[in-house]
């Protein structure tokens, strides 16, 4: 279980947006693609095959988290540890 | 007082910090204490795919609108489509008997045989938005009980990419040409149609009339032997 709950699943917000771009993007070229070959051949299986495999590429892409979707992490401040411990100090010399 | 550990988040446009100056003012109590938490991320474009089930559920859900906007693309290219097309018939035998209807009355009513030739190519009819032809024959004819009477000899269905070049020489009927009374014997005009359903994949189920029919006749006299 803790060897499951070390896998990082997480994308930044960057990435979560270049991820749901990229997968629309995907899935739109795939069906269109796919729509014109099906019309071409007046096969519409096909068109829902092509779309398919857009649909298999786009989640290999996009649903695991790569490292490309991970550059941009959120920059958090660090703790003031200093200033509180002087409040906590002030106080006490205020009392 | 307890201690305040404050964070700011940069990316989230962090309003305003405490002062340390005024957190350290004697006369600011506990409850005066206003605690300012980094604003909460706008929902904007990718906020519904932080986790990989949100994802995969995002994706499956956007292909799914893509693929019913692709099949709603396939039944427009095919709305206007004309399915009609020329169709050859002829009857061979025609004999019409006179026999009690044991499936409805059992009173004795005109029953008509007959075999027909039927010639037509439908291979053009079918494109990406047609799964199947039904096809159907049907008589009619006018008697004195009904202005209209319809009765379906035989029927096919040819699926896509089966033979739909047809060419039958003296076929018989499949279902039995009962008129409900007599009607039958020596008529003088009833007419062969032949129709077809087009099955789709997506959109409407067409009735559609062959071009040409053809008109025969009984005999005056009811047939005696088996035919």
Redesign the interface.
Known sequence: MDFLNSIPTHMDYDGQKRAENLSRLIITLFGVVGLVWGYIIQQFSQTVYILGAGFVLACLLTVPPWPMYRRKPLQWQKQKESESTTHSKSKKKND | ?R?????????CGYVGHVN?NR??E?NLSKKRIVLYFPKP?EP?????????LT??N???A??LS??A???F??FL?TLFVDYRTEAHMNTVKVVVKNVPDYSASREENDLGFLTFDLQTDLTHLF???VKQLFLYLTAEYKTSNNVLNQVVLWDKIIQRGENAILDFKNVNTKYYFWDDGEGLKGHKNVTLTLSWNVIP?AGLLPNIFAIGQHSFQFPSEYAKNRM
Do not use: D
């Open positions: 007082m201690e305040l550990s404050l964070y700011s988040w940069q990316q340390s957190l350290s004697p991320p904007e474009f990718g906020a519904k795919m932080h986790t990989v994802r995969g995002a994706i499956l956007y292909t893509v693929l906007g692709l099949t693309c396939c290219s494109n990406w938005n994949n």
